[in-house]
């Protein structure tokens, strides 16, 4: 059994926190249960079931820290583990850079745990594989898919008072269909705290029907193009971007957050005014933690407001250098949409791109947050309000920064990654060449 | 990405080095990687204790893997140390073969009552799945090796020598960088030993003691003026090879175009981030490329990751047949392809090789995580398609019934499947230096290093980049180059390959973490080539202005 309950999880803490002769000892306590199933070529490959549990333990002697962690959790062994930490704290060099723990802090509750999802067992997940195997035997298309799901519990108490526990469930599915003419691909991801929202056959059917629809793809000249990005093409681009919402390396002159002559874009505006993105570990399709492996809390929190950058995140350290507050990075994203729904979005198109997907996303230039990478499993046409046909996939070299300028339509928003995007409609958009893979 | 990456992120600058957590083990004091750990003849005890439940639990195949990963990291910024790490992680996976369906599971509970859970558990596995198994694990024929050992070939362990000594090489490293024109550095230090003791049923029981090496950094040279930043990374390869890689012997060093130093098989990490700090200095004013058709010149540092990404991955077998179609993708190399044996993967000139036998590399073992012993083998000869890269329960897919031994398991809590050995181009077999492939360009670039790079998920159509780009205009460097990619497609790119230096100019480059499966394992595996000359690729200008 990896999941304690709050007092459980209370009292093996305090209890190795009784053996600490540091002058501060931080431990972290988690463990979680999870399986998965595997499968392709329309059969399960593989299926698995795994149990973690770790405490780590934190010791300081003034500026100098040791971590080690262990899986079992009586007395010697506790006992065992701080000794570790500690004789590692004074053997390690001093880090300048070295933050005192905090003391007592106060929490939302979270909202992340679902007893549906902790009761997942074997039979719900073969009866998953099950659900994109038999409609795509009967399509003539093979499934080639993956399902994981996770219940556990994570806690942290210090020396000096601080005291939090969480308790959260996951689940992640994602299948690739492909046709067996071997022209057609199809894809598609869920991802829920609370399975009771997971349909395995209505998803399957999502990228089923991909498949089939993108077979014989015609190919038309790279160049630039409106497309209408699906959340799950939008959201690698997006969330590339918020990795330089970073105050540090935007003072230090090394992020695309840096400004020309010094000092950082923190108050401008670097995108369309319609672009406003937040975070919120307490909004209910996207719950998350609320605090951190440090302690901090993590509240609501605007990030881009009217396109202008609103906060970026400060560590604790650069906090105090710059006699800022720290600002904790956020546990989830939100961007705000619209009321078009994905047909509406090809509706209003005259000519342009619908992609479900981008792939193997790498960054290209940092300075302006240039990336490439392609478009896969179903990129289609669209010609006068309608879906003509398929078209072969591309390489784009594109920056989320002229993404995110270029907007022409919000969309509805959906849950992708644990992170709520909506469908987007942005004009010329560069795609650099075409790639024969489907 | 997935939300728990946003918070690994958290904090972290640019250049700051991702360790993946799959790697880490319990933390443990630096004297403890030099415990000698469990002796060979109580894992053979332990080892039958998991063949023996297996057997009379009905399994017609079991192999037992104990292992014991010790791993240790140093990471530093500019004069700071950030972190020294070292972990430990011991247990034992067993595999079985029961109603002709895999099972796997594993404990850290090495012990006979631990050992006989975990194997009855795969037992059970087996059982249940070969209710959904359409067609029976067909396995090839093996040799009983008996008691045998293999080491890589190490003369100095990591182990041995004091992280202070680590500390002061990377921070001597930073200091020279600073001193050059950096305005930031980030150095790290990867240290791995893999004590490895496989069993089986078929008879064999193999001791293997692993060493693999990598040391590396970011220079970061900035123009605040300008808003400019750039960035050179460590001309260093990761290694299988001891600490002696650290040595910077000059007799392992060649004279590169430009005045850049390559390594071969010894590492001068002061000298590399001396020159580092003055390239990337000297890109911020470098001049941006004409976007167009040039013969490129690819230095193996970087050729290594191009070979990796359209010849290591396209001819991994499990991909050719839709095993990883979820994941990392299927691959344009298909069977009937392989099968018409007239297949022009490259030019004439173009031979790649599988091998993890070769020394020095990332994949050298004596024997895989199947207890196969490992080979050199051919992918591609004269230009044509040849072979893939298999394993035991896949050769009889492609008629052969001999294991290539390239299976592999990150750790003995992950089950072993295919995994790409090192793939590497030979050398030109004539004399042929790069000094000579220079003179011979009219209009080029050459490219050194590791960069940018992307390819999809059939392995056809790629876009690369490099750490430093210089301009070859008729026959000579005219200067440095900024914002180059190429963009190519695998078999056009290959077909162009007109010349190869010599074995003088051989050298290997690698990777520590491929990621491959689902959940996602890791494996480091190398690629050597020599530097080679391609026709007319398509360079981009990757520049924009926001």
Redesign the interface.
Same mark, same amino acid.
């Given at each position: 059994m990896a999941i304690y309950t709050k007092e459980e999880a209370r009292q093996i803490m305090e209890k190795a926190l009784s053996f600490s002769t540091a002058d501060a000892c931080e431990v972290n306590l988690s463990g979680s249960e999870s399986g998965n199933i595997r499968y392709a070529r329309n059969t399960v490959s593989t299926s698995g079931h795994r149990s973690n549990q770790t405490l780590v333990v934190q010791s300081n002697f003034g500026k100098k820290s040791g971590t080690a962690t262990i899986d079992e959790f009586d007395d010697i062994s506790l006992k065992k583990v701080v000794e570790r930490a500690e004789e590692l704290a004074n053997l390690s060099p001093e880090n300048p850079e070295f933050m005192d723990i905090l003391g007592p802090q106060s929490y939302d509750d979270a909202v992340t745990f679902s007893e549906a999802t902790s009761k997942i067992s074997p039979d719900y997940r073969a009866e998953v594989a099950a659900s994109s195997i038999n409609p795509a035997v009967s399509k003539d298309v093979t499934a080639a898919g993956f399902f994981n799901d996770s219940s556990g519990f994570t806690a942290m108490m210090n020396s000096k008072g601080l005291f939090a526990y969480n308790k959260s469930t996951s689940s992640n599915f994602t299948v690739t269909m492909r046709s067996n003419d071997g022209t057609g691909s199809g894809w598609v991801t869920r991802d829920y705290n609370d399975i009771s929202k997971f349909d395995a056959v209505e998803a399957s059917n999502v990228a089923i029907d991909k498949a089939i629809m993108s077979r014989k793809a015609k190919a038309i000249e790279p160049g630039k193009y409106t497309v209408i990005l699906e959340p799950a093409a939008s959201i690698g681009l997006l969330q590339n971007m918020f990795r330089s919402f970073n105050a540090r390396t935007a003072d230090e002159g090394r992020s695309f957050m840096s400004k020309e002559g010094g000092g950082t874009k923190l108050g401008e505006k670097i995108v369309d005014e319609r672009i406003n993105i937040w975070s919120d570990p307490l909004h209910p399709e996207v719950p998350a933690s609320t605090w951190n492996g440090q302690g901090q809390p993590i509240k609501k929190m605007n990030w881009v407001e009217n396109g202008v950058v609103k906060n970026l995140s400060y560590g604790r350290y650069w906090a105090k250098e710059k006699g800022v507050d720290p600002v904790p990075f956020p546990s989830n994203a939100i961007m705000g949409g619209g009321d078009a729904s994905l047909e509406d979005l090809i509706k209003s198109t005259r000519k342009g791109i619908l992609v479900t997907r981008l792939w193997y996303i790498r960054g290209v230039d940092p300075q302006t947050l240039l990336y490439t990478g392609l478009t896969r499993d179903g990129t289609f046409y669209i010609e006068n309000g309608k879906i003509k046909h398929p078209v072969k996939n591309f390489r784009f070299n594109e920056s989320p920064i002229i993404m995110l300028n270029n907007l022409e339509t919000l969309g509805k928003q959906v849950r992708i990654n644990g992170n709520l995007i909506p469908y987007m409609k942005v004009r010329d958009f560069t795609f650099t060449s075409l790639s024969d893979a489907v | 990405?997935? !939300?728990r990456?946003?918070?690994q *992120?958290?904090?972290?600058?640019?250049?700051a080095l991702m360790v993946p957590s799959l790697l880490m083990g +319990? +933390?443990? @004091? /630096?004297e403890a990687l030099l415990n000698p750990g469990m002796d060979v003849i109580t894992k053979k005890l332990l080892a039958d204790v998991a063949l023996n439940t297996a057997k009379s639990a009905g399994a017609t195949y079991a192999d037992a893997r104990i292992g014991r990963y010790l791993n240790q990291y140093v990471f530093t910024r500019e004069d700071? /140390?950030?972190n020294?790490v070292n972990t430990e992680s011991f247990g034992i996976g067993v595999r079985v073969i029961a109603n002709g369906t895999?099972g &796997?599971a594993s404990t850290?509970n090495v012990t006979e009552d631990g050992i006989k859970k975990a194997t009855m558990q795969a037992v059970a596995?087996a059982k249940? +799945?070969s209710k959904?198994?359409?067609e029976p694990v067909k396995l090839a024929p093996v040799p009983s090796y008996g008691e045998v050992s293999w080491k890589t070939p190490i003369k100095k362990d990591f182990k041995t020598v004091p992280v202070s000594e680590k500390?002061d090489l990377l921070l001597t490293a930073n200091a020279a960088a600073m001193e050059n024109g950096a =305005? &930031?550095v980030n150095s790290a230090l990867f240290m791995v030993n893999e004590q490895k003791y496989f069993a089986s049923t078929e008879g064999s029981y193999i001791d293997q003691d692993i060493h693999r090496i990598w040391p590396t950094f970011g220079v970061?040279a900035?123009d !605040? $003026?300008?808003?400019?930043?750039k960035?050179r990374q460590a001309m260093s390869a990761p290694m299988g090879m001891g600490y002696e890689y650290m040595d910077g012997l000059d007799s392992e060093k060649i004279a590169g175009p430009a005045g850049l130093n390559l390594y071969r098989n010894s590492y001068d990490m002061v000298e590399d981030a001396t020159l580092a700090a003055k390239q990337a200095k000297e890109k911020l004013t470098a001049k941006s490329v004409d976007a167009g058709k040039y013969d490129l010149v690819l230095e193996p540092n970087h050729l290594g990751l191009t070979i990796h990404e359209s010849v290591g991955h396209p001819l991994e077998l499990d991909r050719v047949?839709? *095993?990883?179609? +979820? *994941?990392a993708?299927?691959s &344009?190399a298909t069977i009937d392809k392989w099968k018409t044996k007239s297949f022009k993967y490259g030019s004439d000139i173009v031979n790649l090789v599988a091998d993890k036998t070769e020394v020095g590399s990332l994949g050298a073992v004596g024997y895989d995580d199947e207890g196969v012993k490992t080979k050199k083998w051919d992918l591609v000869r004269n230009g044509i398609l040849t072979n893939y890269q298999a394993i035991r329960d896949q050769v009889h897919m492609i008629d052969q019934n001999e294991s290539h031994g390239c299976c592999y398991a990150q750790s003995w809590n992950d089950?072993q499947f295919q995994r790409m050995p090192n793939v590497s181009l030979e050398a030109g077999k004539e004399k042929y230096s790069i000094n000579d492939m220079i003179k011979d360009v009219e209009k080029g670039i050459y490219i050194a290093g590791r960069g $940018?790079?992307?390819?999809?998920?059939?392995? *056809? =159509?790629f876009?690369f980049?490099g750490t430093v780009y210089y301009e070859i205009k008729n026959g000579e460097i005219v200067g440095m180059l900024d914002?180059v990619?190429y963009?190519s497609?695998t078999k056009e790119f290959w077909n162009s390959c007109v010349k190869i230096c010599d074995k003088d100019d051989y050298r290997i480059f690698g990777s520590f973490f491929d990621g491959k499966g689902? @959940?996602p394992q890791i494996s480091a595996v190398s690629h050597g080539s020599s530097t080679s000359r391609f026709n007319d690729v =398509?360079v981009?200008n990757?520049?924009?202005?926001?």
């Amino acid at each position: 059994m990896a999941i304690y309950t709050k007092e459980e999880a209370r009292q093996i803490m305090e209890k190795a926190l009784s053996f600490s002769t540091a002058d501060a000892c931080e431990v972290n306590l988690s463990g979680s249960e999870s399986g998965n199933i595997r499968y392709a070529r329309n059969t399960v490959s593989t299926s698995g079931h795994r149990s973690n549990q770790t405490l780590v333990v934190q010791s300081n002697f003034g500026k100098k820290s040791g971590t080690a962690t262990i899986d079992e959790f009586d007395d010697i062994s506790l006992k065992k583990v701080v000794e570790r930490a500690e004789e590692l704290a004074n053997l390690s060099p001093e880090n300048p850079e070295f933050m005192d723990i905090l003391g007592p802090q106060s929490y939302d509750d979270a909202v992340t745990f679902s007893e549906a999802t902790s009761k997942i067992s074997p039979d719900y997940r073969a009866e998953v594989a099950a659900s994109s195997i038999n409609p795509a035997v009967s399509k003539d298309v093979t499934a080639a898919g993956f399902f994981n799901d996770s219940s556990g519990f994570t806690a942290m108490m210090n020396s000096k008072g601080l005291f939090a526990y969480n308790k959260s469930t996951s689940s992640n599915f994602t299948v690739t269909m492909r046709s067996n003419d071997g022209t057609g691909s199809g894809w598609v991801t869920r991802d829920y705290n609370d399975i009771s929202k997971f349909d395995a056959v209505e998803a399957s059917n999502v990228a089923i029907d991909k498949a089939i629809m993108s077979r014989k793809a015609k190919a038309i000249e790279p160049g630039k193009y409106t497309v209408i990005l699906e959340p799950a093409a939008s959201i690698g681009l997006l969330q590339n971007m918020f990795r330089s919402f970073n105050a540090r390396t935007a003072d230090e002159g090394r992020s695309f957050m840096s400004k020309e002559g010094g000092g950082t874009k923190l108050g401008e505006k670097i995108v369309d005014e319609r672009i406003n993105i937040w975070s919120d570990p307490l909004h209910p399709e996207v719950p998350a933690s609320t605090w951190n492996g440090q302690g901090q809390p993590i509240k609501k929190m605007n990030w881009v407001e009217n396109g202008v950058v609103k906060n970026l995140s400060y560590g604790r350290y650069w906090a105090k250098e710059k006699g800022v507050d720290p600002v904790p990075f956020p546990s989830n994203a939100i961007m705000g949409g619209g009321d078009a729904s994905l047909e509406d979005l090809i509706k209003s198109t005259r000519k342009g791109i619908l992609v479900t997907r981008l792939w193997y996303i790498r960054g290209v230039d940092p300075q302006t947050l240039l990336y490439t990478g392609l478009t896969r499993d179903g990129t289609f046409y669209i010609e006068n309000g309608k879906i003509k046909h398929p078209v072969k996939n591309f390489r784009f070299n594109e920056s989320p920064i002229i993404m995110l300028n270029n907007l022409e339509t919000l969309g509805k928003q959906v849950r992708i990654n644990g992170n709520l995007i909506p469908y987007m409609k942005v004009r010329d958009f560069t795609f650099t060449s075409l790639s024969d893979a489907v | 990405m997935k !939300r728990r990456d946003f918070i690994q *992120y958290a904090g972290l600058g640019t250049g700051a080095l991702m360790v993946p957590s799959l790697l880490m083990g +319990n +933390n443990i @004091p /630096v004297e403890a990687l030099l415990n000698p750990g469990m002796d060979v003849i109580t894992k053979k005890l332990l080892a039958d204790v998991a063949l023996n439940t297996a057997k009379s639990a009905g399994a017609t195949y079991a192999d037992a893997r104990i292992g014991r990963y010790l791993n240790q990291y140093v990471f530093t910024r500019e004069d700071k /140390v950030q972190n020294v790490v070292n972990t430990e992680s011991f247990g034992i996976g067993v595999r079985v073969i029961a109603n002709g369906t895999w099972g &796997f599971a594993s404990t850290n509970n090495v012990t006979e009552d631990g050992i006989k859970k975990a194997t009855m558990q795969a037992v059970a596995i087996a059982k249940a +799945n070969s209710k959904i198994q359409k067609e029976p694990v067909k396995l090839a024929p093996v040799p009983s090796y008996g008691e045998v050992s293999w080491k890589t070939p190490i003369k100095k362990d990591f182990k041995t020598v004091p992280v202070s000594e680590k500390v002061d090489l990377l921070l001597t490293a930073n200091a020279a960088a600073m001193e050059n024109g950096a =305005n &930031f550095v980030n150095s790290a230090l990867f240290m791995v030993n893999e004590q490895k003791y496989f069993a089986s049923t078929e008879g064999s029981y193999i001791d293997q003691d692993i060493h693999r090496i990598w040391p590396t950094f970011g220079v970061t040279a900035i123009d !605040r $003026s300008a808003g400019k930043f750039k960035s050179r990374q460590a001309m260093s390869a990761p290694m299988g090879m001891g600490y002696e890689y650290m040595d910077g012997l000059d007799s392992e060093k060649i004279a590169g175009p430009a005045g850049l130093n390559l390594y071969r098989n010894s590492y001068d990490m002061v000298e590399d981030a001396t020159l580092a700090a003055k390239q990337a200095k000297e890109k911020l004013t470098a001049k941006s490329v004409d976007a167009g058709k040039y013969d490129l010149v690819l230095e193996p540092n970087h050729l290594g990751l191009t070979i990796h990404e359209s010849v290591g991955h396209p001819l991994e077998l499990d991909r050719v047949l839709g *095993y990883e179609a +979820n *994941y990392a993708g299927t691959s &344009f190399a298909t069977i009937d392809k392989w099968k018409t044996k007239s297949f022009k993967y490259g030019s004439d000139i173009v031979n790649l090789v599988a091998d993890k036998t070769e020394v020095g590399s990332l994949g050298a073992v004596g024997y895989d995580d199947e207890g196969v012993k490992t080979k050199k083998w051919d992918l591609v000869r004269n230009g044509i398609l040849t072979n893939y890269q298999a394993i035991r329960d896949q050769v009889h897919m492609i008629d052969q019934n001999e294991s290539h031994g390239c299976c592999y398991a990150q750790s003995w809590n992950d089950v072993q499947f295919q995994r790409m050995p090192n793939v590497s181009l030979e050398a030109g077999k004539e004399k042929y230096s790069i000094n000579d492939m220079i003179k011979d360009v009219e209009k080029g670039i050459y490219i050194a290093g590791r960069g $940018s790079y992307s390819i999809d998920q059939q392995r *056809y =159509n790629f876009q690369f980049g490099g750490t430093v780009y210089y301009e070859i205009k008729n026959g000579e460097i005219v200067g440095m180059l900024d914002d180059v990619a190429y963009q190519s497609n695998t078999k056009e790119f290959w077909n162009s390959c007109v010349k190869i230096c010599d074995k003088d100019d051989y050298r290997i480059f690698g990777s520590f973490f491929d990621g491959k499966g689902q @959940p996602p394992q890791i494996s480091a595996v190398s690629h050597g080539s020599s530097t080679s000359r391609f026709n007319d690729v =398509n360079v981009i200008n990757t520049g924009r202005t926001i």
